[in-house]
């Protein structure tokens, strides 16, 4: 079965760290294009990141220089760590496989990420 | 700064169609733009109804379908039925590796 499972979410303080983990089945994550999203609560979905299949990266301008995405191909598993959190990063973190350019296909169930003072 | 816009709500009867917009703050959406369409309901992940401006994603009811209409992608629902209510999110992609999602249009069927 297709599948991605996110963890790595809670409650941490403001300028704080967090790594997010976001573990494959069914597909193998390093073959595909995969980015984070994220929704805060009560609002809409924010694209956040995407890593290409050939390893380049990208962020949206609300996160370039304090997230960075990665992946571990011996694990089938995409990451995101977040730095220097604000009190706006707090959302429901997805993520999902990316059909490039079109559209994203396959979804977690979501990670919570709560930046408090 | 590049908005997409969609309509903050809308309404339509059972049986009814309507059709939701996908703007620029600045400019025309064109299909190289690929916009997507996505149904989400609360608590739970969105859902690809519409990718590439018009291309159904699998399992999807015909009665969803997507377009260009004027300078904006839409998305037409048609013989809309209580479970479409939902809120639904366009989504554009920039190019170099940038996507950006409208603000989504909250969708009532009564």
């Known amino acids: 079965e297709v599948q991605l499972v996110e963890s790595g979410g809670g409650l941490i303080q403001l300028g704080g760290s967090l790594r997010l983990s976001c573990a494959a089945s069914g597909f193998t994550v390093s073959s595909n294009y995969m980015s984070w999203l994220r929704q805060a609560p009560g609002k809409g979905l924010e694209w956040v990141s995407v890593?290409?299949?050939?390893?380049?990266?990208y962020y949206a301008d609300s996160v370039r220089g304090r997230f960075t995405i990665s992946r571990d191909k011996s694990k089938n598993t995409l990451y995101l760590q977040m730095n220097s959190l604000r009190a706006e990063d707090t959302a429901v973190y997805y993520c999902?496989?990316?059909?490039?350019?079109?559209?994203?296909?396959?979804w977690g169930q979501g990670t919570m990420v709560t930046v408090s003072s | 700064q590049t908005v997409v816009t969609q309509e903050p709500s809308f309404s339509v009867s059972p049986g009814g169609t309507v059709t939701l917009t996908c703007g620029l703050s600045?400019?025309?959406?064109?299909?190289?733009?690929?916009p997507s369409w996505y149904q989400q309901t609360p608590g739970q992940a969105p859902r690809t109804l519409i990718y590439n401006t018009n291309t159904r994603s699998s399992g999807v009811p015909d009665r969803f379908s997507g377009s260009i209409l004027g300078n904006k992608a839409a998305l037409t629902i048609t013989g809309a039925r209580a479970d479409d209510e939902s809120d639904y999110y366009c989504?554009?992609?920039?190019?170099?590796?940038?996507?950006?999602f409208g603000g989504g249009t909250k969708l009532t069927v009564l």
């Open positions: 890593i290409y299949s050939g390893g380049s990266t």
């Open positions: 600045s400019g025309s959406v064109s299909t190289t733009y690929h």
């Open positions: 999902a496989r990316t059909r490039y350019p079109d559209d994203f296909d396959i």
């Open positions: 989504v554009l992609y920039m190019g170099s590796g940038i996507w950006v």
